[in-house]
């Protein structure tokens, strides 16, 4: 029997729409106008994109002329305020005994007429919590508001995967933080996916820029297998795992068969098998490391009784493409 990881089906002739999930502006603490980062996207090649600024919702495209496609959104946060002063003054948070830190989650939803409930320019106030089980309440509101939500950036909120595991309903977590890489050198966020799935969370993963200074942008995306370029085909797709996730290689297939996990993609200089079993499974171009990437495909001849995998493609520019998972039991 053979499964198809559901970005890959029935789509071989048809380009997939290319679209950024979590990005910043002006409207809050992001360094360029709405136009100037949409304008950005568009001569990028995107198809769509969300605003999502910091508890301040957004549908409106502010630069038509590109017929680049919005996706109404937000980022939306929860964390261990309120702060205090501590014995010299200094504000700090008051953490709880387990460490933790803060949740940060992009919220993108339907149009309003398709049961979205919010409006344009809503205001959010953060979440006050100590905990993902405090949290699991706002995210049910949110969903219940009609939004799918994305766990963000685990590394830079310095929260490990157990203090985050147990939330509900997100169906995508950060797996590549453009803005997190650059700044902060935080680029590990994909090892936090592979704890949930061990764990046998089932959740996609997502490239996003998170971008705030204009340098962050265009550097990760996803690629979607939507129906047409709308949101609510957009939406669809991204619920259903319909899509991958890029920094530069693009990824055509990928299927398990008869024991064997296949991936088709871009010129590469690596692809690797990610897994609940070691070790973990490489291939790597006949011309090896340095030289130009040369491999296409790859097979992973692992018989049976995994319970998932995943793939990671790498160009001869050290950029990483990441499939969503199939899962076997
Ligand atoms: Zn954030
Ligand atoms: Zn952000």
Redesign the pocket.
């Known amino acids: 029997m053979m499964i198809r990881q559901a970005a890959f089906a029935g789509n071989k002739n048809n380009p997939m729409l290319k679209g950024g999930l979590h990005c910043h502006t002006t409207r809050s603490d992001g360094h360029g106008t709405p136009e100037e980062v949409i304008r950005l996207h568009k001569e990028n090649g995107y198809d769509f994109l969300a605003l999502t600024d910091h508890r301040f919702y957004n549908y409106t495209n502010f630069a038509p002329e590109t017929g680049i496609t919005i996706v109404p959104g937000m980022?939306y946060?929860g964390g261990g305020f309120p702060t205090v002063a501590d014995n010299d003054g200094l504000l700090t948070q008051a953490f709880d005994s387990t460490g933790f830190r803060c949740f940060?989650t992009v919220c993108i939803g339907p149009e309003k007429e398709n049961g979205n409930a919010y409006e344009q320019d809503q205001r959010f106030d953060s979440a006050r919590v100590k905990s993902q089980e405090e949290y699991q309440p706002y995210l049910d509101k949110l969903h219940a508001d009609g939004q799918m939500t994305i766990y963000?950036?685990p590394e830079?909120?310095s929260t490990p995967a157990r203090y985050f595991s147990k939330l509900k309903g997100n169906f995508a977590m950060e797996i590549w933080n453009s803005g997190c890489a650059i700044e902060d050198d935080m680029d590990t966020d994909a090892a936090y996916w592979d704890e949930l799935l061990g764990q046998g969370v089932r959740i996609n993963g997502v490239a996003t820029d998170?971008g705030h200074a204009m340098y962050h942008h265009c550097k990760g995306w996803v690629r979607v297998n939507a129906k047409d370029n709308t949101v609510s085909s957009i939406l669809a797709a991204l619920n259903e795992g319909k899509f991958y996730s890029s920094c530069g290689p693009e990824i055509y297939d990928f299927y398990f068969e008869d024991g064997k996990f296949v991936v088709e993609c871009s010129d590469a200089q690596k692809i690797r098998l990610h897994a609940d079993k070691h070790p973990t499974r490489i291939a790597r171009s006949t011309t090896g490391g340095g030289a130009d990437g040369n491999l296409t495909r790859a097979e992973f001849n692992v018989g049976n009784g995994y319970s998932y995998a995943r793939v990671t493609v790498i160009d001869k520019e050290g950029r990483h493409a990441w499939t969503n998972p199939i899962y076997l039991k």
Do not use: K, L
């Open positions: 980022e946060d940060h963000c950036h830079w909120s998170d």
